[in-house]
């Protein structure tokens, strides 16, 4: 006799203030692949890491916006790990606008992860 354990799993509710946030700072990862080429670029590997993280940030947003717990999960990731890359800006030099934006979008994640983890008000019946 074989059984299988099914757990109800709760749909997730993704606050529409992270949810801009987050699209905004994956579009930005992804619009940095503009500078490629350029002589102010980082390294292409590093591009394209950032593009692939605003690019799985879209993507994993649509379907947390739909209830998708592992969705969710996997974008608050991939905005961590960008904005913990985001850091070696200003480790290696970078000239004053590409650290200011950085630090923007660090700043900007935080917001996001703190806006999150806000308990929404129990709604009244």
Not at 27 to 34: E, N, V
Not at 92 to 107: C, D, K, N, Q, R
């Amino acid at each position: 006799m074989t059984s299988s354990s099914q757990t109800a799993v709760r749909p997730v509710h993704l606050p529409a203030a992270p949810a801009v946030i987050f699209a905004l700072l994956g579009l930005l990862d992804i619009g940095f692949l503009g500078v490629v080429g350029s002589s102010i670029a980082p390294p292409l590997a590093i591009s394209i890491v950032f593009a692939l993280l605003g690019l799985v940030t879209l993507v994993a947003l649509g379907l947390a916006r739909r209830g998708s717990r592992p969705a969710l999960v996997t974008a608050v990731t991939a905005r961590v790990i960008s904005a913990v890359l985001a850091c070696g800006a200003f480790i290696a030099g970078a000239p004053v606008w590409i650290t200011a934006a950085e630090g923007s979008l660090i700043v900007a994640t935080i917001v996001a992860l703190v806006l999150l983890r806000r308990r929404r008000p129990p709604q009244a019946h």
